[in-house]
């Protein structure tokens, strides 16, 4: 078995979780972990006895990794996925994949040019309830999809959520692009559809930075079936994660990480979803998979720039006050 050289760029509570799935890899020797913060890297470091850098190009360098995570503000995914692209290293990039579909597209067309696996972490692909909920979908027995309710609530503004995040300039916006994101990754993936316009209004009401703390987004699919996400980022509201399907047969109800439940005769029923666990060691594979195998990643930079295009419509139309079409670019 061939093992894989990886280190991780950004020593944040994400990287966290991609450092312990590297570690526990079979298939992968963690060899380094970058960050600007010499303390903070040196504590992941020690983590996992590797050595730490605070610049990741003199990481890359050294190391001579075959993959490289990013996990750093997202004004920077950009400039370092690009650079570790033409290093020859195989990427995954942190979602959102970056500030815009257009930064995007840099990004895709540099990993074409290099010949490098790009994958990017949209993690709704790999959760079971959303695993299970696709396939039950696929099997056609709950008819003709009419229209998907999406709702995520939770404190955004926490003293604990890093400054950038609320700078647009360095995060490219609020709760849109990175809790609505994994919405609009959910609602794609589950139905196989493409979101093609989209009807946003935000709000900006944050104690802290310039960024909107709610946002209701109303789409249209390319299937003719609607979705409707409510986003909702203030304190005080009990936290929320599901996502409702209704079909002309019967309907679906995901509450995240507690279960999947079917329309049955007496309501919802449960549904077996078979063995839960954290996401990051199945996109870990599917990206080992891709490299190794030639298989087709779950998650490409192409799939993962049609996000970043309903989240860049979501955002002109609470600017025109009308419903946006999603470019393509």
């Not at 920077?76 to 597209?105: D, F, S, T, Y």
């Not at 400054?163 to 647009?168: N, Y």
């Amino acid at each position: 078995m061939h093992i894989l050289r990886a280190v991780v760029v950004g020593a944040g509570a994400i990287a966290g979780l991609h450092l312990r799935t590297l570690a526990a890899s079979e298939r992968t020797e963690l060899v380094g972990v970058a960050d600007i913060s010499g303390e903070r890297a040196r504590l992941a470091a020690e983590a996992y006895s590797i050595k730490p850098y605070t610049d990741y190009r003199a990481m890359v360098r050294a190391e001579k990794p075959d993959i490289v995570v990013i996990t750093l503000p997202h004004v920077l995914h950009k400039e370092a996925a690009i650079w570790c692209a033409e290093q020859g290293c195989h990427v995954l990039l942190e979602k959102p994949m970056a500030m815009n579909a257009r930064e995007c597209a840099d990004i895709n067309a540099a990993a074409a040019r290099c010949g490098i696996v790009l994958a990017v972490g949209h993690m709704q692909h790999y959760f079971a309830e959303n695993v299970k909920a696709k396939q039950l979908i696929q099997s056609g027995k709950l008819g003709r999809l009419v229209t998907i309710i999406d709702r995520r609530y939770g404190y955004y503004f926490d003293e604990k959520r890093p400054a950038w995040f609320l700078d647009k300039e360095t995060s490219g916006g609020g709760i849109v692009i990175n809790i609505g994101s994994h919405s609009i990754d959910k609602i794609q993936w589950l139905t196989d559809c493409q979101i093609t316009s989209v009807k946003a209004e935000l709000t900006f009401y944050g104690e802290r930075g310039d960024v909107e703390g709610s946002a209701s987004l109303l789409m249209r699919t390319s299937h003719g079936a609607t979705a409707s996400v409510s986003l909702f980022g203030y304190r005080g509201v009990p936290p929320a994660n599901e996502t409702e399907l209704l079909f002309t047969d019967g309907a679906l109800k995901i509450v995240a990480r507690k279960g999947l439940w079917i329309s049955g005769a007496n309501g919802y029923e449960l549904v077996d979803t078979g063995a839960k666990g954290e996401p990051f060691a199945p996109q870990w594979d599917d990206l080992l998979n891709a490299i190794g195998q030639g298989s087709e990643l779950s998650i490409t930079g192409t799939y993962a720039q049609t996000v970043s295009a309903v989240v860049d419509a979501a955002y002109r139309s609470h600017e025109t006050g009308r419903a946006e079409e999603v470019a393509v670019i």
